[in-house]
């Protein structure tokens, strides 16, 4: 971005008057002088200001942005006008107390986009993040005072704010945030793991267990049945074998009944005969000659018949007395049989109801059924195998992580990223360095390593830094630091620069070559570089010199020669 202009209105200590700083894309070495509390350090926060909405005090400090307005008046208001990477001519309008802030994009406002995505759009068109902008528009000589004689740490701090390699720094702290969030994922997940795997062992034992207890209560089982039905099958076999025998003797009965029926019919015949044959002795004459039975001889065959009768009367008592005993006979064995069947059909449906028991358990063995209370067993291992595959899962793409990070570890190490920019820097800022020390005419070959140790020869011979003068030590880091800034004004297009204190570490009599280094800055790299100083110096060494007075508000005067 090329800065064209700068207005400044009510700024802290700057008032209602509007104070305007007009840049040139050619280049100015340009004097900013005032004293302590005049408000130089303001102009820089204008910059931030008006362009990011943020300032940054002491220590890096974020500053209120309530603080920025002036106490008295309030209504601040900062304007800059530049031209972005692209040709777009961009005009910032942002103010606060009342908040405002307005984008300008060839000479057009942008009204479409709201605040955020103006506050985008303008990062955009400066092509800087906030913190690389800091580091890139102003620098303190103060880092460099006596930068051959820092410790290789405090090198590498230098190092990270001139060449913006705190990045690196931030996305290492971001991987080790990163590994470790990772490392606790997978410690969790291999907790996870092993308590869902020792679940399922413990589940799957217990199945085991109660399979095998089933096994064994089944096992005892059937031979609990299988004795039950021998025990049941003897007492069964013989009520079979005492029904077989009254069901023989009630056959016996029944024809033995059957034969004295058959002779009580015979006897009764007889017996009805001979009442026939003796109703003819009845008057004494035979009913169909009327001959006289009363003889002798006729008696005697009446008294035959009479004797005959008796007897076989008597034999037809006794028939029915033996049938009476068949029949009481029979009706015990009737009653026997009963309760012998009814008990038969009793033993009979326990032994086929313990057969059924027994078919059912043996084949119940056979083919190893699972129990119907087994199968909550198996649902939880089916729900903890669930678990255990997400579980893998995500512990491999942790595990993934762990080489991805490792990878990138590497890259953003020491030796990684870090040493091949150093590298690619190391070169051309010694060629810089070179190029100083003879403009500024010191008896010195100054070489940065890799490392950005100095290392300083005078005609071959190496020198120790601690032999140096004091003036010879600042001359040699104002060499390195206008090195590191035309090399730093190599890689972006900006045109404005602010140095802070840079003569407050230099004697008189080297003033001239260190303004003489910074000219040649200017007109190597196209930039207007503000030399921040509390007092004024010779004119004649600057294009431009604006002086911050303050009576009761700031004001800036540029000074005429």
Avoid: W
Avoid at 142 to 156: P, Q, R, V
């Amino acid at each position: 971005m090329i800065v064209d202009k700068i207005t400044i209105k009510n700024l802290k200590s700057f008032g209602n008057d509007v104070q305007e700083i007009n840049l040139t894309n050619e280049g100015n070495l340009i004097l900013l002088s005032g004293k302590n509390g005049a408000g130089k350090s303001s102009i820089i926060d204008s910059f931030d200001y008006v362009l990011y909405n943020k300032v940054k005090g002491r220590k890096s400090k974020k500053v209120k942005l309530t603080s920025l307005p002036n106490r008295l008046n309030g209504n601040l208001e900062v304007t800059i006008e530049f031209t972005a990477l692209d040709g777009t001519k961009i005009k910032i309008i942002r103010g606060h107390g009342p908040s405002r802030l307005k984008l300008f994009e060839d000479g057009e406002e942008n009204l479409r986009a709201g605040k955020v995505k103006i506050e985008s759009l303008i990062e955009g068109y400066t092509g800087l993040d906030y913190d690389t902008f800091k580091g890139f528009i102003s620098m303190s000589i103060n880092d460099f005072k006596n930068f051959i004689s820092l410790t290789n740490e405090e090198k590498k701090l230098l190092l990270d704010k001139l060449f913006n390699l705190e990045v690196i720094n931030i996305l290492n702290k971001i991987l080790n945030d990163l590994i470790r969030e990772n490392k606790k994922e997978l410690d969790l997940l291999d907790r996870e793991i092993n308590i869902i795997t020792e679940n399922i062992d413990n589940i799957n034992f217990s199945i085991e267990k109660v399979k095998k207890s089933k096994q064994d209560n089944l096992t005892e089982k059937i031979s609990e049945v299988k004795q039950n039905i021998e025990t049941q099958r003897t007492p069964f076999n013989e009520v079979k074998e005492k029904l077989t025998l009254v069901k023989t003797k009630q056959k016996q009965i029944s024809d033995k009944i059957s034969e004295e029926k058959t002779q009580l019919i015979e006897m009764n015949s007889e017996i009805r005969m001979i009442d026939k044959q003796l109703e003819l002795f009845a008057n004494d004459k035979c009913p169909t000659c009327q001959s006289d039975l009363n003889s002798g001889f006729h008696k005697g065959i009446k008294g035959s018949y009479i004797e005959k009768k008796i007897k076989f009367e008597e034999v037809v008592l006794e028939i029915k007395k033996r049938g009476s005993s068949l029949k009481e006979k029979q009706v015990k064995l009737d009653t026997l049989y009963e309760k012998g069947n009814n008990k038969y059909m009793e033993l009979n449906s326990t032994l086929k109801s313990l057969k059924r028991e027994y078919d059912g358990l043996v084949l119940k063995e056979k083919e190893n059924v699972v129990d119907t209370d087994l199968e909550e067993f198996y649902l939880s291992i089916d729900k903890s195998k669930v678990k255990l595959d997400t579980a893998e899962t995500n512990k491999s793409v942790s595990d993934d992580k762990v080489i991805y990070h490792k990878h990138i570890k590497s890259i953003l190490s020491e030796n990684g990223v870090r040493k091949s920019i150093i590298k690619n820097i190391i070169e051309p800022i010694n060629f810089f360095i070179t190029e100083n020390i003879q403009k500024m005419h010191l008896p010195f070959e100054v070489t940065l390593d890799d490392t950005f140790t100095a290392d300083i020869t005078s005609f071959g011979e190496p020198i120790d830094i601690d032999t140096l003068s004091t003036g010879e030590t600042k001359k040699i880091n104002v060499c390195i630091l206008i090195a590191y800034l035309k090399l730093i004004r190599t890689k972006k297009q900006m045109n404005i620069l602010f140095l802070d204190e840079v003569f407050s570490s230099v004697d008189v009599e080297s003033i001239n070559d260190v303004i003489g280094l910074l000219r040649d800055l200017v007109n190597h790299s196209k930039i207007n570089i503000f030399l921040v100083h509390h007092s004024l110096l010779d004119s004649q060494h600057f294009d431009k010199i604006y002086e911050i007075k303050k009576d009761i508000f700031s004001y800036i005067e540029e000074v005429e020669d």
